[in-house]
């Protein structure tokens, strides 16, 4: 595979390539973009933005619903030297006040969006009274509306060293943190990537994940563009409210190449366990699934290959990988065509310079692990102890890698940056690990970063938010993720300290899950009580303790207790279909109970388990509810009203 110098020779070589992107924007919404027409639309949209005073180092933050109008952007940008800077669009507070911080930390920047997205941010500085926030909305925005493409904007020549675009960190409610990327990063990456997989120019791929997301952008537009094939993005939000297109788009364009985190596989699998596939659905054309992004449940993968194999799925497609935003992208991938395997070990064996002990899975205190595979290209990796000494192999250690991929700097953070490398210049990756069979397995994270539908929360900033709730303060909660050994899926926890009946404590929980998905956009799985939180003789909060508790069952008496009884024939509305609607959010709402007059958005569940009772909903009443309807009728009863009309 040849290695580009910079993203432009790439786009240049692309552009004489008769291949397209294809845009599904719905079921029968779709539009197409040839490489070579991808090319003039940039060319024209820079000439516009060259014409408003853009110039080379100014940076655009492409902030946008549309995936065709954020791929024109961000070539524009590249091809004039202007730094894209990827931001995604979400519904959270969380969301808005990211985007604020990113736009105060560039030193010129400029947003790039739409009119109706501008119009709320707007609302929401100016209701915040954030006076300097709205000033930079009023003054340094760009409406894609009012952008007319012009001449010919002038192409910057760059070269491999320059920054060719910001990935900011994602789930963060603290200040993020910008990863820059130089050409030769990304180029080398791409090229990486390609080789390892084996993708051919007759392969073709189909991604729903974010373009604002490393996977989505580098690996499914980029790499797949390099690779010279025709290359398929769905609109991530037509995936969520319609995951079974997935595999019918799949079929339908024969795609070879797809990629999914594990929330992706659990929520197609949730309507496909209710509906299944359209009779002739062929998946005998996939060679490989990506699946990285965040921790991977062997389970999950085995429940998603059984089910789909009557559908002609080959066990080989499921492709474990491992990466990261500091090193681009990829980082470990697989042999392709070989099945994944795991290793089971005991749960209590994975100290840093510890060797690991194996386990039957099914033990109490067994836990299974994922083989990711080995280095990509023109990277290396090491494990070390805590003093950054390399472990022999079979022991636990911390993750360190270097090479042509790996960041050398944190967008305007010199202490950031510092805190990334170890003194003889090695990439601290914070994950730990072991290399099994010469594969590496990911163990666990040295910080207490939470991945929650692929993206990262650190646990501070979601204890700061539940310790707004009066009569609570940062030392009386504990925010931690845990995966059970029978989990699939990262579960947030929050820990309270908590001393009275539990009766009480239930009104305190409800709170903790309301705050968190109001502020965070996040649903909390179980707010737990505690008596007392274990801390370090300096005070620092032991939350692996509180996880093992946890996750040994200790609290299982608590939960129960807490739990909605399971009978709850006399415990719902009078009004029928109401009580309808009741028991179809029961089931999606995990232990959070839903009444008939709760506001859908502010009683703690997650976007996605919204969009997954609406899908309930549908599937019981055809096209009756759209998931945009719950902004007109965000209750249950309003809900119901609106149906019956």
């Given at each position: 595979m040849k290695l580009y110098a910079t993203l432009?020779?790439?786009?240049?070589?692309?552009?004489?390539?008769?291949?397209?992107?294809?845009f599904i924007d719905g079921e029968n919404d779709e539009t197409s973009v040839g490489f070579g027409a991808l090319w003039d639309r940039a060319i024209a949209l820079l000439g516009s933005l060259q014409a408003r005073g853009m110039q080379h180092g100014d940076e655009l933050v492409i902030f946008s619903t549309s995936n065709q109008s954020f791929v024109v952007a961000y070539w524009a940008a590249m091809l004039g030297g202007i730094v894209p800077v990827p931001v995604a669009v979400g519904?959270?507070?969380?969301?808005?006040?990211?985007?604020?911080?990113?736009?105060?930390?560039?030193?010129?920047?400029?947003?790039?969006?739409?009119?109706?997205?501008?119009?709320?941010?707007?609302?929401?500085?100016?209701?915040?009274?954030m006076g300097e926030i709205t000033a930079i909305l009023e003054s340094r925005t760009v409406l894609m509306s009012d952008v007319i493409p012009g001449d010919s904007g002038q192409i910057h020549p760059a070269s491999p060293d320059d920054l060719a675009f910001i990935q900011y960190s994602s789930g963060s409610t603290s200040d993020p943190k910008g990863v820059?990327?130089?050409?030769?990063?990304?180029?080398?990456?791409?090229?990486?990537?390609?080789?390892?997989?084996?993708?051919?120019?007759?392969?073709?791929?189909?991604?729903?994940?974010?373009l604002t997301h490393d996977m989505g952008l580098i690996g499914y537009h980029l790499s797949v563009m390099a690779a010279g094939m025709n290359h398929a993005v769905m609109d991530t939000n037509v995936f969520v409210r319609r995951p079974l297109l997935w595999m019918i788009k799949t079929?339908?364009?024969?795609?070879?190449?797809?990629?999914?985190?594990?929330?992706?596989?659990?929520?197609?699998?949730?309507?496909?366990?209710?509906k299944g596939l359209p009779d002739g659905t062929d998946l005998s054309c996939i060679k490989l699934i990506l699946n990285g992004a965040e921790p991977i449940s062997y389970d999950?993968?085995?429940?998603?290959?059984?089910?789909?194999?009557?559908?002609?799925?080959?066990?080989?497609?499921?492709?474990?990988?491992?990466?990261?935003a500091e090193a681009t992208v990829g980082v470990t991938v697989g042999n392709p065509g070989d099945e994944y395997s795991r290793v089971v070990v005991h749960r209590h064996s994975l100290s840093i310079g510890e060797p690991y002990e194996l386990a039957q899975a099914g033990d109490a205190d067994a836990i299974s692990f994922v083989k990711v595979g080995n280095i990509v290209r023109d990277c290396e990796i090491r494990l070390t102890d805590d003093a950054d000494t390399i472990l022999e192999d079979g022991r636990i250690g911390h993750i360190q890698l270097r090479g042509a991929s790996v960041t050398e700097r944190i967008y305007g953070d010199e202490e950031a940056t510092a805190g990334l490398f170890t003194d003889d210049g090695w990439l601290r990756t914070g994950d730990c690990g072991v290399f099994v069979d010469n594969q590496l397995v990911i163990t666990g994270r040295q910080k207490d970063i939470i991945i929650v539908n692929g993206q990262n929360y650190y646990p501070h900033d979601i204890e700061e938010i539940v310790a707004q709730i009066d009569g609570l303060d940062l030392g009386k909660v504990v925010v931690a993720g845990a995966t059970p050994s029978k989990g699939q899926t990262e579960e947030?926890?929050?820990?309270?300290?908590?001393?009275?009946?539990?009766?009480?404590?239930?009104?305190?929980?409800?709170?903790?899950?309301?705050?968190?998905?109001?502020?965070?956009?996040?649903?909390?799985?179980?707010?737990?009580?505690?008596?007392?939180?274990?801390?370090?003789?300096s005070g620092k909060v032991q939350r692996v303790q509180l996880l093992n508790a946890y996750l040994d069952d200790e609290f299982a008496g608590v939960l129960a207790e807490m739990s909605p009884p399971d009978?709850?024939?006399?415990?719902?509305?009078?009004?029928?279909?109401?009580?309808?609607?009741?028991?179809?959010?029961?089931?999606?709402?995990?232990?959070r109970r839903i009444g008939p007059d709760d506001n859908l958005f502010e009683v703690g569940v997650s976007s996605l388990t919204l969009t997954e009772i609406v899908l309930g909903i549908d599937e019981k009443y055809p096209?009756?509810?759209?998931?945009?309807?719950?902004?007109?009728?965000?209750?249950?009863r309003e809900i119901a009203d609106f149906m019956r009309r």
């Open positions: 432009i020779d790439l786009l240049d070589e692309a552009r004489g390539k008769d291949r397209e992107i294809r519904i959270s507070d969380e969301h808005r006040i990211k985007l604020f911080r990113i736009l105060r930390q560039l030193e010129r920047g400029t947003l790039f969006t739409e009119s109706a997205l501008l119009k709320r941010l707007l609302e929401f500085s100016k209701s915040r009274e820059c990327l130089t050409h030769a990063n990304l180029c080398a990456n791409v090229r990486a990537i390609i080789e390892s997989t084996h993708w051919q120019e007759d392969d073709r791929s189909l991604s729903w994940m974010p079929n339908e364009l024969r795609a070879t190449q797809l990629c999914s985190p594990n929330f992706g596989y659990k929520h197609f699998l949730k309507l496909f366990e209710r999950l993968c085995e429940e998603f290959l059984t089910a789909l194999a009557p559908y002609g799925l080959k066990r080989s497609t499921m492709f474990p990988v491992y990466g990261l947030l926890l929050v820990f309270i300290l908590y001393r009275r009946d539990l009766e009480s404590f239930v009104g305190l929980a409800d709170e903790v899950r309301e705050i968190v998905g109001e502020h965070a956009g996040l649903e909390v799985d179980h707010v737990l009580p505690v008596p007392k939180i274990p801390k370090t003789t009978d709850v024939s006399e415990d719902v509305d009078d009004d029928s279909l109401v009580a309808e609607l009741e028991l179809i959010c029961r089931e999606f709402s995990k232990d096209g009756k509810l759209d998931i945009s309807d719950l902004f007109d009728y965000p209750t249950l």
